[in-house]
């Protein structure tokens, strides 16, 4: 008898999880995915996989999958099922109707890092060139967008700086807010190796992540900081950097604007930084911050990694600006095993920002207000374009719920289960009168959705991803879309519903399109792809296959020298009280992926069947908690039900939890405040209180709930 | 047709709530405010003007004229370089210029 799981066929794609982007080859019998092989010839990978990439692919075969387009005229309505030329008709209807009534701007559209680059660039194009309007965002907003700021702002590009084998060559790993063991594995492990061969390890991160310790892994310094207090570190940093006169003289005078250098120099060298005044601030000893500083100044390479434990605070830009500073004030850019680098949650942060998913800027990071721009794309789409800024997602929902803000067209994302402030989502979601969401399931958002597009999944279409380490890889089609429409002939179709004509063969004349307007593009193809399996940008005549190293001479500004920028540390306005005394603060692990839509799908589940909230000893036994007790978290903004684990990985006065699972509603109890510069939100410090509950009824036993999610 | 204006309401109608605004801006501010007086106001202004939907620049703008209750100063100063033609620059990335 043949066995029944031989693959027949096997097609190189790239993993649509983790901002690592591990090549893969999905291999198939029939119409149905058999395994998963991680690539040896990938480069952002080498053969490697997690446990997410290798074994979590089933969910695009899950029983909910929706696979016909949906349409309803109320939220109170039950779905009617409709052909797809029903559903264009509808929607573009529906859109045309509000714009008539409530004006141009009355309408957005927001992409998701899970799409293609190709996707995510006709999004914006529907948002400009169809709908008139910049409000377009993605949902990079809710994560890196202080990367793209702050970093832009300091040295001229929000991307990471080296390729990831880079630390390979890395003398001092700083680690701030991310933890790559669990939420980048491959990276992680590439980065236990360098430890392994003596590499030394500082940590800035409130809890005591798997990064700190577990195998192969133990920080030298763990700076385990006061949620919210990541300026205020990173400043004392730089004043023992000052101080003791630790920069890069050399470097900084060859490379930098030297006048801010000196009012940077002034500001972090004030008393006021230093560690022994900051230490009480951030609950850490001055001798570790010190120590911290002395030893990323010294090198000889030091490379900085950061995650969203950087970027998800009212500080989060400034934060950001700090590490740009650092890296330039000791000389740590411009070379391999050095570096300033962002580590992305999904497949393509990266491409969702550099491809102009943004309400300020075009593709290649260019202002929406810059008339030669505008005029590059005007001639290529045929249109005039708005020349104002429009509305970032979060102020698409705050004007929603103000009422001038009545539809829009969400491509794979789930605003009300990934946004903070659920109830504030929720109540805006409410007041649209058209929501058209394009996704594979019915997720939270569906329940205030007019219209639902059935989309594909990354194994279902072509395209392809920009990874964290600005490498552009291919996503091949390895089965036909379930619901009959790759993602981007969706929205090409809708647009074309729209009353915009366009028409592409294949998405390959996307990225063409891509190519001719945005200048780190200019060299990507799907011809040079499929002959040398991936490119990093820039790409382009200067560097025919790609960039593995940014900032080698010069920083991409205008004069080409990189900035200093004054960091001054504001406390954010969430603050412990008698009534919420301990801080939350949030993450990811190993086996589940963000809000879980597609690991939750998938057998995954049985090594993560629950969030539960890991509370210090200290602070459980003054509430009576014992392990594994039913607890009411609350905040300014909410409650949620959830188990408690007693954990020393948290300090006394810090909660944490992880976000995989609609039902404990994470979200429901976040604040509503943001980055300054962004909007990006405060996720990673929410005042709260726990309590012990009885367990709520109808709630399964832990071991129940295991054999559901096996089955 | 995507270039029809806004024929009816939307126009008069605040884009947002108004607290929102205030706390957003005063943030904007709270940055800037390391820097000397004029590139701190050239900072605020930059970025309200890059950054933020021209009706949310009005609303701004609106709440200044009726006295600016709950603005810090420098956010007022930096606010109003938006109406004077005289500081009117292209947008950049970087420090707040003189």
Request: glycine residues 8%.
């Amino acid at each position: 008898m043949p066995n029944p799981i031989k693959p027949e066929k096997s097609v190189v794609t790239t993993c649509a999880y983790c901002g690592v982007g591990c090549g893969f080859k999905a291999e198939t019998r029939g119409e149905k995915i058999v395994r998963m092989i991680p690539w040896k010839e990938g480069k952002a990978n080498h053969g490697h996989s997690c446990i997410k990439g290798r074994f979590a692919y089933d969910y695009y075969n899950a029983p909910d999958r929706v696979l016909t387009p949906l349409i309803r005229a109320s939220i109170d309505d039950p779905w009617k099922s409709v052909s797809w030329e029903e559903a264009f008709a509808y929607a573009a209807g529906e859109f045309k109707r509000i714009q008539a009534k409530f004006g141009v701007k009355s309408i957005g559209a927001v992409s998701s890092s899970r799409c293609t680059n190709e996707e995510i660039f006709l999004t914006q194009k529907l948002a400009r060139a169809v709908l008139g309007n910049n409000n377009i965002d993605n949902c990079a907003r809710i994560c890196h967008s202080p990367t793209q700021f702050g970093l832009t702002q300091t040295i001229g590009a929000g991307a990471a700086s080296q390729h990831f084998d880079s630390i390979l060559q890395a003398d001092v790993i700083m680690i701030v807010g991310a933890n790559p063991t669990e939420g980048h594995p491959v990276f992680g492990s590439l980065m236990k190796r360098r430890i392994r061969e003596g590499a030394r390890l500082i940590v800035i991160d409130p809890r005591k992540t798997e990064t700190v310790e577990s195998a192969h892994c133990k920080a030298d310094v763990h700076l385990a900081i006061r949620p919210g207090t990541n300026v205020a570190i990173l400043d004392s940093i730089a004043h023992v950097i000052v101080r003791e006169k630790l920069y890069n003289e050399a470097f900084v005078h060859a490379r930098c604007e030297v006048a801010e250098f000196e009012n940077w120099k002034a500001l972090v060298g004030d008393d006021k930084y230093a560690p022994e005044v900051i230490g009480p601030i951030a609950n850490v000893d001055p001798a570790d911050i010190r120590r911290a500083a002395r030893l990323y100044a010294g090198g000889p390479n030091s490379t900085i990694y950061y995650g969203l434990g950087v970027t998800e605070h009212s500080q989060g830009s400034t934060g950001v600006m700090c590490l740009g500073n650092l890296g330039l004030s000791c000389g740590m850019l411009g070379r391999e095993g050095v570096g300033v680098n962002p580590l992305r949650g999904q497949g393509n942060v990266q491409g969702g920002s550099c491809l102009g998913s943004w309400p300020h800027v075009f593709s290649g990071y260019r202002f929406v207000t810059d008339h030669a721009t505008r005029s590059s794309f005007e001639a290529e789409w045929g249109v005039t374009l708005d020349a104002e800024p429009g509305l970032r997602l979060p102020n698409m929902l705050d004007a929603a719920v103000a009422g001038s803000f009545k539809g829009m067209y969400i491509m794979g994302e789930d605003p009300v289960q990934s946004d903070p402030n659920q109830h504030h989502v929720i109540a805006a979601m409410k007041n649209m009168e058209c929501v058209v969401l394009h996704d594979l399931f019915l997720n939270e958002t569906s329940k205030y959705a007019h219209v639902f597009f059935p989309g594909s999944s990354s194994l279902e279409k072509d395209g392809t991803f920009t990874n964290a380490e600005r490498r552009v890889s291919r996503v091949r089609k390895v089965i036909e879309p379930l619901a009959g429409l790759q993602d981007w002939e969706i929205t090409v179709k809708f647009m074309n519903a729209l009353g915009y004509e366009l028409s592409y063969d294949n998405p390959g004349e996307v990225l063409d399109e891509i190519a001719r307007l945005s200048p780190n593009y200019s060299g990507m193809s799907f011809a040079l792809i499929d002959q040398i399996g991936s490119a990093q940008w820039p790409c382009n005549k200067d560097a025919p296959q790609g960039t593995e190293v940014l900032h080698r001479e010069k920083f991409p500004r205008a004069n080409g020298l990189g900035t200093f920028m004054l960091t001054d540390y504001v406390p954010t306005a969430e603050r412990t009280s008698d009534r919420f005394p301990l801080l939350l603060t949030t993450g990811r692990i190993l086996t589940q992926y963000n809000v879980g839509t597609q690991t939750r799908r998938t057998p995954n589940s049985v090594w993560h069947p629950e969030d539960v909230l890991e509370i210090n000893e200290q602070d459980a036994i003054a509430r009576g908690l014992q392990d594994g007790d039913w607890v009411q978290m609350s905040s300014r903004f909410g409650q949620i039900q959830l188990r408690a684990r007693i954990s020393e990985r948290v300090n006394p006065g810090v909660v944490y939890t992880t976000f995989h699972h609609a039902k404990s509603k994470a979200n429901a109890v976040t604040s509503d405040l943001s980055d300054w510069a962004t909007n990006c939100p405060e996720y990673k410090v929410t005042a709260v209180d726990v309590v012990r509950i009885r367990v709520p009824t109808g709630t399964a036993s832990l071991e129940a709930a295991r054999l559901e999610a096996a089955e | 047709m995507a270039q029809t204006n806004s024929p009816t309401q939307g126009a008069e109608m605040p884009v947002m709530a108004l607290d929102r605004i205030l706390s957003m801006a005063n943030q904007i501010g709270d940055f800037f405010a390391p820097y000397p007086p004029e590139r701190r106001a050239e900072g605020i202004r930059n970025h309200l003007r890059t950054y933020w939907d021209p009706r949310m620049r009005d609303q701004l703008l609106q709440h200044i004229a009726a006295g600016g209750a709950g603005l810090a100063a420098p956010v007022i100063a930096g606010a109003k370089l938006l109406q004077d033609e005289a500081h009117a620059k292209p947008g950049y990335y970087g420090p707040p210029k003189a």
